[in-house]
């Protein structure tokens, strides 16, 4: 239907494949079908456009959790045991919820 979600443009998908260890073309199948496993069958359907930018959304934020919480993780284990005549090393992030929810993002808000 005219409705359906299909991706626009495969070409700028591709970083965000290799980037995610994903198999060439395989994000814009992933963003745009939902498959239903159901008594050992499983029906793969194209998903609205509206669901499709809902799926896109959510797989951005969880990228992002995943690698902040991952960035803290690291961060932690390199200051573990650096201490200094009585003083350890800190190194604080702030990650500001809610900068995704603008209309319009930009590289600047993810470096505040």
Excluded at 5 to 27: F, H, Q, T, Y
Excluded at 97 to 107: A, L, V, W
Aim: hydrophobic content about 40%; proline content about 2%; overall charge negative.
């Amino acid at each position: 239907s005219d409705d359906d979600s299909r991706l626009v443009d495969a070409a700028a998908a591709a970083p965000v494949e290799e980037l995610l260890g994903l198999a060439p073309g395989s994000i814009g199948k992933c963003l745009t079908h939902m498959t239903m496993v159901a008594h050992g069958q499983s029906i793969t359907t194209t998903l609205s456009a509206e669901k499709a930018n809902y799926a896109k959304d959510a797989t951005a934020k969880a990228v992002y959790n995943r690698v902040f919480s991952w960035l803290v993780r690291r961060l932690n284990q390199s200051l573990e045991g650096v201490a200094s005549e009585g003083r350890t090393t800190v190194m604080g992030l702030l990650d500001i919820y809610g900068f995704e929810i603008m209309k319009t993002n930009s590289f600047e808000q993810l470096c505040i």
